[in-house]
């Protein structure tokens, strides 16, 4: 069977087209063939195409949509679509896409013809069904700008140091006809055209640029694009060919070596604050935590943070290229300086340095400026249409954007003692900017958070059926944004729709797989579902992108140990108090029962419970019982074994768990099968 996704749908089998009578059925069979193992379970499916039907009339939709998609098959003899009762396939050695085709076609050098005939063939993915349902939607934009990037890496690889043509020519028209403000496929041709003697057509092109750079980002183009206008301009005889080493590289060598070069890390150290009043640092907390956010969705580098207090690493040849980021603010004139200077990690040398100033209402500009400056000086190249992708959000007035910083500061904290703050914040600006996505996640966090943050406080089924709507719009605003995503999969964690919450904190990573939160809280999800080896590996990936986590990452981190059965490690990950909620301790504290360490274990649950005791928010008396209840209910585990893992390791360090059930806290028993 061959599948077309670029465009409108079509399948054919046999030379015959395979009519499928309803939009439903053609995205379920789309879906499948651009699964990664092209299967999925009902649950994932119906929560995907169904999304705002209710579930006993979406499982029958869905199963009227196999029913047809079934006798199509049958009707033409293709045999590759299986059925079960939890999960359906479409076999990968039965089926032919042309995602993956133009895919094969540029990881080997070569340019798919369908890339040179379409502009923006990205956003022609699936372009007829994308409206099916807002859940598919979403998925659909998350698919299409991760094919933009693949298709974007891959192509910039086949451009040379030279200026050939062939296939680098090729490569560059494909990378203008994804991305219109590539400048460094833009140069290629410019190039290319004047060694051919084309003078006029090199210049229609800068043009084109030009009149396309300051109409839709009101930028010039950058300094090496004007400079090789410059030198083109001052070639001798223009209507002959003139040599090609007259003319400079186009690109960087570093560029150019195409044999699998070693990824360049950026390092961020945290920003120096001291010269800032105390009621203005959030300006500066939240810049620098939104400034490596941007900087974590280009896959053209590697980005960690770096604590307060740090050490170089040793470096040997081997080492991967690193650069540092270090950022010094102070206060003038009611306003917040921000001093930015990037080094070369190995040798320490200064090799780019701007004066800024971080105001609300140049906040996303600020950022794009020193991406773009960053990446210039690193000749790296970031097209403008990518930065003004990624670097900028929602229009909102300046006092908005300042509440949802506060709150996300008091936020982060999960303390008890900011809680009526962060209420008054967040859930004002849900009244006053309905449409700013940020300010959305924010009070899905805030309502999901609360039962950890306040000792005592029982998970509600209402309530987190409430927060769905407000957790979806957060996604339809803005679905390429990685916290939208989590938060709404945490949304359906705490509900028990696991095979929602795990289809949306993987989306959350390819949209951010380079930002620490989102592997560790992705991780999380994945641990409390049974995906033990990818929960590790993405807790592995977010301490490595951050050589002194903090906290919450510490806490998470400890958590998946325990899920994976590595006590020692999650013991370990607990060893200093991290200062967030009680309801922490539990994992280190079954730990230590399960490895024999019993007196220390209930030394630690004894502890637990006095400081969950002193800061009490639950309608029922803070006794024993009620406590260990809180505890075992509080953290959205989906799989009863782990649950009861948790549980033995209380029981066994004094915690009184008899008539504590699992599960009572979802919307339904989680089903997870495994098949993600």
């Known amino acids: 069977m061959t599948v077309r996704l670029l465009g409108d749908f079509a399948a054919e089998f046999g030379g015959r087209k395979i009519l499928l009578g309803t939009r439903k059925a053609k995205a379920l069979i789309a879906y499948l063939a651009l699964s990664d193992n092209a299967q999925d379970t009902r649950e994932r499916l119906v929560g995907l195409l169904w999304s705002e039907s209710d579930e006993e009339r979406a499982r029958a939709s869905l199963r009227q949509a196999v029913h047809d998609i079934r006798l199509a098959f049958d009707h033409l003899g293709f045999a590759g679509f299986s059925i079960d009762k939890q999960a359906l396939s479409l076999r990968r050695d039965q089926r032919a896409c042309d995602v993956d085709e133009v895919l094969a076609a540029v990881t080997q050098g070569v340019v798919h013809p369908r890339l040179l005939e379409t502009q923006r063939i990205t956003d022609t993915l699936l372009s007829d069904l994308d409206n099916i349902d807002p859940a598919f939607q979403v998925w659909v934009l998350t698919k299409r700008q991760l094919l933009l990037d693949r298709l974007t890496l891959a192509l910039e690889r086949m451009l040379p140091t030279d200026g050939g043509p062939g296939e680098a020519s090729d490569a560059a028209l494909a990378l203008l006809n994804l991305d219109p403000t590539h400048e460094v496929a833009c140069r290629h041709l410019i190039r290319t055209r004047a060694l051919r003697g084309d003078i006029g057509g090199a210049l229609k092109i800068y043009k084109s640029l030009w009149d396309l750079l300051e109409a839709d980002y009101d930028v010039e183009p950058s300094n090496e694009t004007q400079a090789l206008i410059v030198e083109i301009k001052q070639m001798p005889g223009l209507g002959e060919q003139p040599q090609a080493p007259t003319l400079a590289p186009v690109l960087p060598e570093t560029q150019g070596e195409a044999s699998s070069p070693k990824q360049l890390f950026i390092s961020v150290c945290a920003f120096e604050a001291s010269g800032v009043p105390q009621d203005m640092r959030h300006l500066v907390d939240g810049f620098r935590h939104e400034f490596v956010a941007c900087l974590a969705r280009f896959r053209e580098w590697s980005v960690r943070t770096l604590p307060p207090v740090w050490g170089p690493e040793p470096r040997t040849s081997s080492s991967p290229p690193e650069y540092i980021v270090e950022g010094t603010t102070y206060e003038l004139n009611n306003t917040v300086r921000l001093v930015v200077t990037l080094r070369d990690a190995s040798t320490s040398v200064c090799i780019w340095s701007q004066r800024y100033s971080i105001t609300l209402a140049a906040w996303f500009e600020t950022q794009e400026r020193i991406v773009r400056q960053i990446a210039q000086a690193l000749n790296v190249h970031v097209s403008a249409e990518r930065l003004r992708r990624f670097a900028t959000a929602n229009e909102v007035p300046v006092e908005i954007h300042d509440r949802w910083l506060r709150g996300q500061a008091l936020l982060l904290q999960m303390a008890s003692r900011d809680w009526p703050a962060v209420a008054a914040l967040v859930e004002s600006l849900l009244a006053d900017a309905p449409d700013f996505s940020p300010a959305l996640s924010g009070l899905v966090q805030y309502r999901n958070i609360a039962p950890i943050a306040l000792p005592g406080m029982l998970r509600d089924t209402a309530r987190h059926l409430e927060t769905v709507p407000i957790a979806q719009r957060a996604v339809q605003l803005d679905p390429l944004d990685s916290r939208a995503q989590l938060s709404l999969a945490w949304t359906y964690q705490l509900l028990g729709r696991v095979d929602e919450s795990t289809l949306h904190a993987a989306m959350a990573i390819d949209l951010n797989e380079n930002d620490p939160w989102t592997l560790i809280a992705a991780g999380m999800i994945f641990s409390y579902c049974g995906y033990y080896e990818r929960a590790a590996g993405l807790s592995a990936a977010s301490l490595r992108g951050a050589p002194i986590p903090k906290p919450p990452q510490l806490a998470y981190s400890g958590a998946i140990k325990f899920l994976c059965s590595d006590y020692l490690g999650c013991i370990d990950a607990f060893r200093e108090d991290l200062g967030m909620s009680p309801a922490f301790t539990i ?48 953290f959205p585990v989906a799989m009863r074994k782990d649950w009861e893992r948790l549980a033995a390791g209380l029981a066994a360090a004094g915690a009184p768990v008899e008539g504590v059930e699992f599960g009572v806290w979802f919307e339904h028993r989680p089903n997870v099968s495994h098949t993600y």
Do not use: Y
């Not at 029962?593 to 639950?618: P, T």
């Open 587 to 634: 994992w280190a504290c079954a730990a230590k029962a399960h490895v024999g360490r019993l007196d220390e274990a209930r030394a630690e649950f004894e502890s637990m419970l006095k400081r969950i005791a002193a800061d009490w928010h639950g309608q029922l008396p803070a006794t024993r019982d009620n406590m260990t209840r809180w505890l075992l209910h509080v």
